[in-house]
């Protein structure tokens, strides 16, 4: 809902709002990719983008002469920091995010991160949603939550893309 410099915040509720967030993240990623592709003119971006997961206060905030519509709290500074410290087309997370969507996104740990104002935390890249790596409808995703390693996951990969060939093959 605002803009900040060259950032957009975004504030999304609800009970899959951190699952909301991370696909808005992950379909921006995808839109700015393929815009200079659909037209050569446009010039080729980069985005890094941070997400945080937890409370603030939302709503008016100003005078009689200029009135915002604004979220405050330290999740929306927190946020503004993981997203400087995104590497150009990556998603950073907080750990309150992380736990939330564990299960349903594949993560890696990013280690301490050193963010300009705020003690030093924990951080997790956002690696990629489970069901587009799989190719199944999102409402599929909750049924993978049990597998816990990359090599898991890579493993159930596998093991649903030969039933997939043997179903094409009937």
């Known amino acids: 809902d605002k803009f900040m410099g060259d950032a957009v915040f975004a504030h999304f509720t609800g009970d899959d709002k951190a699952l909301d967030a991370i696909r808005c993240a992950v379909e921006m990623h995808r839109a700015v990719r393929q815009a200079p592709e659909a037209d050569p003119t446009l010039p080729s971006l980069s985005l890094g983008i941070g997400i945080v997961t937890g409370e603030v206060i939302v709503g008016s905030v100003g005078g009689a002469d200029r009135l915002d519509y604004t979220a405050v709290g330290a999740p929306v500074n927190l946020a503004a920091r993981l997203q ?68 898991e996951v890579d493993a159930l990969v596998n093991g649903i893309e030969y039933a997939r060939k043997k179903l094409l093959r009937k």
Do not use: W
């Open 84 to 151: 400087s410290a995104a590497s150009p087309g990556g998603i950073l997370i907080s750990e309150a995010t992380q736990r939330l969507v564990a299960g349903y996104v594949l993560t890696e740990d990013a280690g301490l991160l050193d963010l300009k104002g705020i003690a030093v935390r924990y951080g997790h890249h956002c690696t990629m949603p489970l069901h587009d790596r799989l190719g199944v409808s999102a409402t599929t995703r909750a049924s993978f939550g049990i597998y816990n390693t990359l090599s």
